[in-house]
């Protein structure tokens, strides 16, 4: 569809898009025909493009952010503000906020707390910082968001305050704000977001609440959808399922991908009615997530269907042939196939063209571990540790390889490495305290659990080897303790009731 005086507002932002987007492309070329999504897919909000709270990080083209913001779902378009050609703003200063935005209410210094016609006292200075990219190209933040202090203090993302006061810090900041406006009065999606993004072990209500709400923007929704499988619980793969049925193709489509991640074929009943989906995104990416299927496995009903999608997906395989992503998609298809070695092939076809991708790299090494071509995958995991010394996944998984081939010594150096660069992952100690027990010794076997539930303190998987640790070792009253915990976190699974009743 074209512009025209009749486009819809949140149509006509999708097409500005086009331009103005950090995206995945499905279709070889755009026609104006279906929407957005028929197309492009957007980057969501992760790690390393934006900040745990959805502040602009890398350079993200501006729609990533627009979409967060409250003016987006109040139906507020590119062209409200700019001249759609020139792209020049339509009024100077606050009066261009003032179209919406009552001037009596909101250019007042009760509201800004600045000298009026000062760089504090314009809107955009507070609801829209932003960052050079480039070296000389200021691009601002579309969110238009609320300054958050107590947000920079619990996940380092910026805010408009210390972003203007340099000579202050986010706690000054923090407080001001709250002598100024009071406590913070309404709940935004950073809030549930954030702790996720950030990898914080409670964030699990927080996403669950944010992934249900339809009130919420759909990119934080979907971006939720995609931190969660991070976290384990029992009901997860229940609320996927239903949001594979979701009115929204974006979230379907992120749905998809979170399921597809698992190497399985228990999605496939879910996975075949999508192949008829409106949406081309979703239909491709429901196609890749039918990758441990043959053809001949397809129910007769969706056969049709399978071979039209399969002609889309290996188009969108083809067009991004020449981007890192494409490859790695094309190789991790194969693998769902069954064919680990076109796998490992495409995954160093990506990196001949990114040879410093240290997190294709990992990946390579940790398919030759899997391919039990234990001296390559060793090799190639010291070659991140060469291009990148401070990389914790890197050591976790080195770590692993050695405990493979009972070289445990070796296990446990690089498993203390792997806890050194991610102290606040309560994996590697967990593995280590295994560890530690393989060689006998309990002290420290037990010392590093408690350490680890210092930083997680309901973790199940390290609650759990505390609680065996205590029970191998004779202390009946500390495995008690423990299984109680257990039972009264998680009351669902008999396992702990069982063991638990052992000591009665």
């Not at 755009?30 to 992760?46: A, K, M, R």
């Not at 619990?154 to 406590?183: I, L, M, V």
């Not at 990946?363 to 914790?392: C, M, R, W």
């Amino acid at each position: 569809m074209q512009m025209t005086l009749d486009t819809k507002p949140k149509e006509l932002v999708d097409q500005c898009a086009r331009c103005h987007m950090r995206r995945e492309q499905f279709s070889t070329h755009f026609n104006f025909e279906g929407t957005l999504l028929d197309h492009y897919f957007p980057q969501l909000l992760v790690e390393n493009l934006y900040f745990p709270d959805g502040q602009i990080l890398d350079e993200v083209y501006v729609y990533g952010s627009f979409v967060q913001s409250k003016m987006y779902q109040n139906n507020v378009t590119c062209n409200n503000c700019h001249n759609s050609h020139s792209l020049k703003l339509k009024f100077e200063g606050n009066n261009l906020c003032a179209q919406c935005h009552e001037p009596a209410k909101y250019d007042t210094h009760k509201h800004h707390f600045h000298e009026a016609n000062t760089e504090g006292a314009k809107c955009i200075n507070c609801h829209m910082t932003g960052r050079y990219y480039m070296g000389n190209d200021f691009r601002r933040d579309h969110s238009f968001r609320i300054p958050r202090p107590d947000l920079s203090l619990k996940y380092g993302s910026p805010n408009a305050c210390t972003g203007c006061h340099e000579d202050k810090d986010d706690k000054w900041a923090w407080e001001k704000f709250q002598k100024q406006h009071g406590a913070v009065d309404s709940i935004h999606f950073s809030d549930k977001l954030a702790p996720g993004i950030a990898h914080h072990p409670d964030a699990y209500a927080g996403l669950a609440e944010l992934i249900n709400d339809k009130s919420e923007p759909e990119i934080a929704r979907a971006s939720a959808i995609k931190v969660i499988s991070n976290y384990s619980s029992d009901d997860l793969i229940d609320q996927y399922l239903t949001l594979l049925n979701d009115e929204s193709p974006l979230i379907r489509a992120a749905t998809v991908d979170a399921l597809s991640e698992a190497n399985t074929t228990d999605y496939t009943n879910y996975f075949l009615p999508l192949l008829e989906d409106q949406k081309r995104t979703v239909r491709i990416k429901a196609f890749y997530g039918l990758g441990g299927l043959t053809e001949l496995q397809i129910p007769e009903q969706y056969k049709e269907s399978y071979q039209k999608v399969k002609k889309e997906f290996n188009a969108y395989l083809d067009h991004n042939s020449d981007f890192v992503g494409g490859r790695i998609k094309r190789a991790r298809y194969n693998i769902k196939q069954g064919n680990l070695q076109k796998g490992i092939e495409g995954y160093k076809s990506a990196l001949d063209i990114d040879e410093l991708n240290n997190q294709i790299r990992l990946d390579l090494a940790n398919l030759y571990y899997k391919d039990q071509n234990f001296e390559k995958a060793e090799e190639t995991f010291k070659k991140v540790i060469e291009q990148e010394s401070e990389y914790g996944p890197v050591y976790y998984s080195l770590s692993l390889l050695y405990a493979e081939l009972n070289r445990t010594d070796d296990a446990i150096k690089q498993m203390k490495k792997a806890i050194e660069y991610m102290p606040d992952n309560p994996r590697p100690y967990y593995n280590l305290s295994l560890l530690y027990g393989k060689i006998q010794d309990s002290k420290n076997a037990e010392q590093t659990l408690l350490k680890g539930l210092n930083i997680d303190p309901t973790n199940e998987s390290l609650l759990y080897a505390l609680g065996y640790h205590y029970s191998s070792t004779n202390q009946s009253e500390k495995a008690k303790n423990i299984l109680n915990q257990l039972v009264r976190l998680y009351p669902d699974n008999r396992q702990y009731v069982n063991f638990l009743n052992q000591f009665e």
